[in-house]
C-alpha cells in the first residue's frame, strides 16, 4: 500500500486525542514512518518528533546529504519559517538544518530543526529556547494535509 494511503490509515486509527504523547509507526515504500504526537483533532496534529528512514539511502555519502538537504530547503516552504542548512558533521555524517531565521516572540525563540543523518534517517524537531535556560522540545503544530505534504517530502528526499 503506498505510504500516504498507510499514513491516512493510522491517523484514522489514532482518532482525535488530547492526552498524548502517542506514537504512530509504519512502513511502506522502502520508507519507515515513526512520530509522537501529542495530540490530534480533525483538522491539526501536534508533532513531538517526526523521523522518516529512507531505505535507497542507508549508504548516502555526506555530498548526497547535503544536496538533499539544499533540495528539501527549497521544498518545505510551507513551514512556519523557512529552514536551512546551517551545519555540516562530516564526522558523524550529519546534516543539520534550521528556521532560517527564527520566530521570536515573548515566549522565546522558537525553530524547527531538521537533521539529514547516514542511515538515511531525516528527523524533524521544534524547539523552543528562552534566554538563560536550555531549549526544550516543543510541539510542531501542522494541519493534517501538512503533515501527510511534509512525510511525503521527506519520504521522496533522494
Known sequence: ????????????????????????????????????????????LAVNRSLVTVD??????LAKLETIAAALAKRLTYLLEPISPIETDQDQCIVQMRSSPPSKGDDGTTYYELLVRRGGELELVRFRKIPGQPRETIPATLT????????????SAN
Open 56 to 61: 535507497k539511502l542507508r549508504t548516502a555519502p
Open 1 to 44: 500500500m503506498p505510504l500516504r494511503t498507510e499514513l491516512l490509515t493510522a491517523l484514522d486509527q489514532l482518532g482525535n486525542f488530547t492526552a498524548g504523547p502517542r506514537e504512530l509507526s509504519l512502513t511502506a515504500d522502502g520508507v519507515r514512518l515513526w512520530c509522537e504526537i501529542q495530540s490530534a483533532d480533525q483538522l491539526a
Open 144 to 155: 493534517r494535509e501538512a503533515f501527510l505534504r511534509l512525510t511525503a517530502d521527506l519520504a
